[in-house]
């Protein structure tokens, strides 16, 4: 997708992204290490605007941007990856992998973070020998290392950087669900801005490494027409992986962020309709579990629908959309509530910060196509439905109820 935008400067969106995701990653250290039992953004928006339905649109765009995620990783799992092993329909294939993630998420947190950590390491493996592959083309007096500065044809570098941006966006996102479990650190104040940003500027670094690498061995046009690009770029470089090895790494990488993506949406939903934000049959658990079983339902059930309707590309410019919204509404909470001081001593970004992450976030709002207006427009519709359906029915505090 980047490339069809950038051309082989595939390293360029990737920087401005990190850069972008810098700014408000900054607001959310100072909220985060400030309210360490708080929550989210939802929570940050709440005691800043004190009002109910911007709290919850917050909250909500949150939800519909983890389960829309989890449809465009779906797709991408059902792409060229999957194809090495078996040739199947792609949305059939997409739909199943949703409902074996399901019932993963279904069995516990417990087997889906230990699921998630060796999937993690497998994940990194795959983008190192990325990085690899590249490395021996150019070592071997191959590639092209000109392409790193050349953009398609009649473009405005610029500009086209800032289109790549909003996908490459994507690849930065997630930082922002760590809010929900700082108050399990130790030291928050200390522990959490280091993390926050030792963590996002290495996967900055390491995602750089791989558009760098993808440029080398591969061609634009060959990097966008693919659905596989990273197995087209092991496969070209002659590094002697084979084609099953790394299709296997690479659909480990999504299914796990697939995963991830899905205990949050589902835990967040169960969340909202605890507090009677979303009706309360999504707070309903498995007995013996204790896994919130129709929020897990109804998520997936919404994330397999997007994929009969969306393609990748849409799915994820949508994710970036959804999610700026809430990244204003944290930018703007951090700068309203600097008139609530705290006792104990926290982390306290620059105030031009927060100013320059609502600016970034405004701009890459008015990149979005209409397309992508729409789709979020019509998710965050939903939200407000489910929204006043579950304050006009009556609460019998059976909420959590095992059924």
Same mark, same amino acid.
């Given at each position: 997708?980047? !490339? %069809?935008?950038?051309?082989?400067?595939?390293?360029?969106?990737?920087?401005? *992204?990190?850069?972008?995701? &810098? &700014?408000?990653?900054?607001?959310?250290?100072?909220?985060?290490?400030?309210?360490?039992?708080? #929550?989210?953004?939802?929570? +940050?928006?709440?005691?800043?605007?004190?009002?109910?339905?911007?709290?919850?649109?917050?909250?909500?765009?949150?939800?519909?941007?983890?389960?829309?995620?989890?449809?465009?990783?779906?797709?991408?799992?059902?792409?060229?990856?999957?194809?090495?092993?078996?040739?199947?329909?792609?949305?059939?294939?997409?739909?199943? +992998?949703?409902?074996?993630?399901?019932?993963?998420?279904?069995?516990?947190?417990?087997?889906?973070?230990?699921?998630?950590?060796?999937?993690?390491?497998?994940?990194?493996?795959?983008?190192?020998?990325?990085?690899?592959?590249? !490395?021996?083309?150019?070592?071997?007096?191959?590639?092209?290392? #000109?392409?790193?500065?050349?953009?398609?044809?009649?473009?405005?570098?610029?500009?086209?950087?800032?289109?790549?941006?909003?996908?490459?966006?994507?690849?930065?996102?997630?930082?922002?669900?760590?809010?929900?479990?700082?108050?399990?650190?130790?030291?928050?104040?200390?522990?959490?801005?280091?993390?926050?940003?030792?963590?996002?500027?290495?996967?900055?670094?390491?995602?750089?490494?791989?558009?760098?690498?993808?440029?080398?061995?591969?061609?634009? *046009?060959?990097? =966008?027409?693919?659905? %596989?690009?990273?197995?087209?770029?092991?496969?070209?470089? %002659?590094?002697?992986?084979?084609?099953?090895? +790394?299709?296997?790494?690479?659909?480990?990488?999504?299914?796990?962020?697939?995963?991830?993506?899905?205990?949050?949406?589902?835990?967040?939903?169960?969340?909202?309709?605890?507090?009677?934000?979303?009706?309360?049959?999504?707070?309903?658990?498995?007995?013996?579990?204790?896994?919130?079983?129709? !929020?897990?339902?109804?998520?997936? !059930?919404?994330?397999?629908?997007?994929?009969?309707?969306?393609? &990748?590309?849409?799915?994820?410019?949508?994710?970036?959309?959804?999610?700026?919204?809430?990244?204003?509404?944290?930018?703007?909470?951090?700068?309203?509530?600097?008139?609530?001081?705290?006792?104990?001593?926290?982390?306290?970004?620059?105030?031009?910060?927060?100013?320059? #992450?609502?600016?970034?976030?405004?701009?890459?709002?008015?990149?979005?196509?209409?397309?992508?207006?729409?789709?979020?427009?019509?998710?965050?519709?939903?939200?407000?439905?489910?929204?006043?359906?579950?304050?006009?029915?009556?609460?019998?505090?059976?909420?959590?109820? =095992?059924?």
């Amino acid at each position: 997708m980047l !490339a %069809g935008k950038v051309g082989g400067a595939l390293w360029a969106p990737l920087l401005a *992204a990190l850069l972008l995701a &810098l &700014l408000t990653a900054g607001s959310y250290a100072e909220l985060v290490t400030k309210y360490p039992k708080a #929550g989210g953004a939802a929570v +940050f928006a709440e005691r800043a605007f004190r009002r109910p339905m911007v709290s919850f649109l917050v909250g909500f765009s949150m939800l519909a941007a983890g389960v829309t995620s989890a449809a465009g990783l779906s797709l991408a799992f059902a792409g060229d990856y999957l194809r090495t092993f078996i040739d199947v329909p792609p949305v059939a294939a997409a739909v199943v +992998f949703l409902a074996l993630v399901a019932a993963l998420n279904a069995r516990g947190i417990s087997e889906s973070v230990k699921s998630n950590v060796v999937m993690t390491i497998i994940e990194l493996t795959g983008l190192l020998i990325v990085i690899i592959a590249g !490395a021996v083309v150019l070592g071997g007096g191959r590639g092209d290392i #000109g392409r790193l500065t050349e953009f398609p044809p009649d473009s405005v570098p610029a500009l086209a950087i800032l289109a790549g941006a909003i996908i490459a966006y994507y690849s930065f996102v997630g930082f922002e669900t760590s809010a929900n479990v700082a108050e399990e650190i130790r030291d928050p104040s200390k522990v959490y801005p280091t993390a926050l940003f030792g963590a996002l500027i290495a996967a900055g670094v390491v995602y750089v490494l791989v558009g760098i690498a993808s440029s080398v061995v591969l061609s634009p *046009a060959d990097l =966008a027409d693919s659905s %596989g690009p990273l197995l087209d770029v092991v496969s070209a470089s %002659g590094l002697g992986v084979p084609d099953w090895a +790394f299709s296997a790494i690479a659909l480990i990488a999504v299914a796990n962020g697939a995963l991830l993506t899905m205990i949050m949406a589902s835990r967040l939903a169960y969340g909202m309709a605890e507090h009677g934000l979303l009706p309360t049959a999504l707070s309903r658990v498995l007995p013996k579990r204790r896994t919130p079983w129709v !929020a897990i339902v109804s998520t997936t !059930a919404v994330a397999m629908l997007l994929t009969l309707v969306g393609d &990748l590309s849409t799915l994820a410019e949508t994710v970036v959309l959804l999610l700026l919204f809430v990244f204003i509404s944290t930018n703007v909470a951090v700068l309203v509530l600097r008139r609530d001081p705290v006792e104990h001593n926290h982390f306290r970004v620059w105030t031009a910060v927060p100013v320059l #992450g609502v600016a970034s976030c405004l701009l890459l709002l008015s990149q979005q196509t209409a397309k992508v207006w729409l789709f979020g427009a019509i998710l965050l519709a939903v939200g407000v439905v489910l929204y006043y359906v579950a304050r006009a029915t009556p609460r019998h505090g059976a909420g959590a109820a =095992a059924d």
